[in-house]
């Protein structure tokens, strides 16, 4: 049997909202006590997280006193210290106060752009302060429930003048942060601007500083779109844009679950784990997920350890899968090339276009070789139940 203990190369990391979640839905009140966020990093402690995460207002309420933010920071410090967990990424909270009741940096009132800036400049503060090197931008509230209120053009050009401010401001501090940018589609508004990975990535070239910015995608909001996860992250990974990642789980066509790593699409969360470690993905692995409703807080720790473990457990056969004879040998059938067609692939000219014209292809010939990917699909579900 493998060890399946976390490790801190793993760069397993929560939110305090995550493991800090008390159970709070649209139908009913909290079924946990909340814990101070000192509290809550010393239960990541033993579960074996590396790092935690924060919103400005998880930290310091957003009316606290200042003698009130100072004790607050100083017990949470004690307990890094304590744990020796870090702090890579911090967010700030836009959606949650009546002021974001219309967006933050879309809204329409430009005392709420203003406002948003404002914040989201101390939080980046903040974040620093505590050691972050990513920030993360998840624009829960920018969006409408009627196109009638609000411009989509506006509301794109508003997002980046916001991003180039802060990008801006992060320069003019010579803070080492990267942002990364968070899409959902929907939830709590009733569309989400830029609502994909892929929308991000394509509004992320038209800042001034795209070097500055890339994504954070999460599992539940592609599934919620209905999309391929995977295919979005290895989007990002190939143009050197993913710099963080919400992990957590989602049945297609529901609202936004945020159940434990690997709790509905195995597979799907196998081909993630495959993807991340076969391309040395090496910034943190972020829980952003919380315990069912059901659970105390022991049952909080068994979601964490469950996040952490189902990882390491399909990186494990991430690594038998890679390694196994069938499956390779498989894949070199169908991965086969000759070469005879490298006289017409890959940069174009205009003798290669012209060669290519005048070539004959057996096309029943060609589409008439099966491909073998039944067998190939079986044996990776035989990886997955354990009978390989
Ligand atoms: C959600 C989002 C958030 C963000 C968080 C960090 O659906 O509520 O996933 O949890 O990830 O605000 O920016
Ligand atoms: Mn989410
Ligand atoms: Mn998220």
């Not at 933010?69 to 959606?95: C, Q």
């Not at 829960?140 to 916001?162: F, H, L, N, Q």
């Not at 473990?309 to 090339?337: G, H, P």
Request: glycine fraction near 8%.
């Amino acid at each position: 049997m493998s060890d399946y203990t976390p490790k801190p190369e793993n760069k397993f990391t929560f939110g305090l909202w995550t493991v800090g979640n008390v159970g709070r839905d649209p139908f009913g009140g909290p079924v946990r006590d909340a814990k101070s966020p000192a509290e809550l990093v010393r239960l990541l402690g033993e579960v074996g997280a590396y790092g935690v995460n924060f919103h400005d207002n998880d930290l310091i309420p957003i009316d606290a006193t200042p003698a009130e933010r100072d004790s607050i920071l100083k017990e949470f410090k004690k307990a890094l210290a304590d744990t020796g967990l870090v702090v890579p990424m911090a967010t700030t909270n836009l959606f949650s106060e009546p002021i974001f009741k219309d967006g933050a940096f879309t809204s329409n009132d430009p005392k709420v752009r203003a406002y948003a800036l404002q914040k989201t400049m101390n939080s980046i503060d903040l974040g620093v302060e505590l050691g972050a090197g990513i920030y993360v931008f998840w624009g829960g509230r920018e969006g409408t429930e009627t196109d009638a209120t609000k411009d989509p053009i506006t509301a794109i050009k508003r997002s980046r003048e916001a991003m180039n401010f802060l990008c801006e401001y992060v320069k003019d501090q010579k803070y080492d942060l990267k942002f990364a940018l968070e899409a959902k589609p929907n939830e709590p508004r009733g569309d989400i601007y830029n609502s994909t990975t892929g929308h991000m990535l394509a509004f992320i070239n038209t800042l001034d500083h795209p070097e500055m910015v890339g994504v954070n995608p999460e599992v539940a909001h592609e599934h919620m779109a209905g999309l391929n996860f995977v295919h979005g992250v290895a989007q990002a990974m190939e143009s050197g844009k993913l710099f963080h990642i919400d992990l957590n789980d989602q049945a297609f066509g529901r609202y936004d679950q945020d159940f434990r790593f690997g709790a509905v699409n195995l597979k799907s969360a196998f081909f993630l784990v495959k993807l991340l470690e076969d391309n040395k993905y090496d910034s943190s692995r972020h829980f952003d997920a919380h315990a069912y409703r059901t659970e105390d807080y022991e049952g909080v720790k068994d979601f964490a350890c469950g996040c952490m473990r189902t990882y390491l457990i399909l990186k494990e056969k991430a690594a038998q899968w890679n390694a196994d004879q069938e499956i390779q040998s498989v894949l070199a059938e169908i991965n086969a090339d000759d070469g005879s067609m490298n006289q017409y692939l890959g940069k174009y000219s205009a003798e290669k276009a012209n060669a290519l014209k005048s070539q004959a292809f057996d096309r029943p010939a060609i589409a008439g070789r099966g491909l073998k990917y039944e067998k190939l699909d079986q044996l990776t579900v035989e990886v997955l139940l354990g009978v390989r």
